[in-house]
């Protein structure tokens, strides 16, 4: 399977922990996003790189958030001191670039807190 | 008011039926959009861009009208495996896409 992979897929954790997640995107995409999704909204953006230069970052990505991307490849997104709030489907995606901005999806990592 | 908003449904439809989706944005810079499917507890997946002169594949159809800042999705002879969250989904300037909540179809035999 060539598409955005995610790891891992479903991650719970007590209140005040650090998580760390992973995405792989597709091969030679050289854009990446990282959305949070909670039940019954549509997925928010949170940020953006182009290649390993993390080019737009949202209001929704407080100081404990912080996320990666080392080697213009593979991506980690850092929740530090979660909170309850913190609950929800973390989604990649990645896209080719240029003309071509269609995102395709990775599988999610649903994280809960306690 | 949200950037964009759809009818959060639940749509239920008889199979065979044809159903309609509405979406409108406030953000009269977007320059491109799309329905996005997304089923229970999956991450969503492209259905279809939609453009200006609005655009068909097989059941379904979108339409765009700029001038209202408004969207649509048409899926005719609607099949059980329909059944999904239909997300409207809008691209500014940049590459960050807004989305909206979803509505919900539940196609019924």
């Known amino acids: 399977d060539t598409g955005v992979s995610q790891d891992p897929r479903h991650k719970i954790t007590k209140r005040g922990q650090n998580v760390t997640f992973r995405c792989d995107p597709i091969?030679?995409?050289?854009?990446l996003y990282w959305y949070r999704q909670t039940l019954g909204q549509g997925p928010e953006f949170l940020t953006y790189?182009?290649?390993?230069?993390?080019?737009?970052k949202s209001r929704l990505l407080s100081d404990r958030f912080s996320a990666e991307r080392p080697k213009g490849s593979f991506s980690t997104l850092e929740i530090q001191r979660t909170e309850q709030g913190d609950s929800a489907m973390y989604l990649c995606?990645?896209?080719?670039?240029?003309?071509?901005?269609?995102?395709?999806f990775g599988p999610g990592t649903r994280l809960t807190v306690l | 008011r949200k950037e964009v908003e759809q009818d959060p449904g639940p749509f239920n439809v008889p199979e065979g039926a044809t159903v309609a989706f509405n979406c409108t944005y406030s953000?009269?810079?977007?320059?491109?959009f799309f329905w996005y499917r997304q089923d229970c507890r999956k991450e969503p997946k492209l259905l279809m861009s939609?453009?200006?002169?609005?655009n068909e594949d097989g059941r379904f159809t979108a339409q765009l009208n700029r001038a209202s800042q408004y969207i649509s999705l048409l899926i005719r002879d609607s099949k059980l495996s329909d059944s999904a969250t239909y997300l409207c989904?809008?691209?500014?300037?940049?590459?960050?896409?807004?989305w909206g909540a979803g509505t919900k179809l539940i196609i019924k035999p």
């Open positions: 995606a990645s896209s080719p670039g240029g003309a071509d901005n269609t995102q395709y």
């Open positions: 091969s030679e995409h050289n854009r």
């Open positions: 790189f182009q290649n390993e230069a993390q080019l737009e």
């Open positions: 953000n009269s810079a977007s320059q491109s």
């Open positions: 939609v453009y200006s002169s609005g």
């Open positions: 989904v809008v691209r500014g300037s940049n590459y960050q896409l807004i």
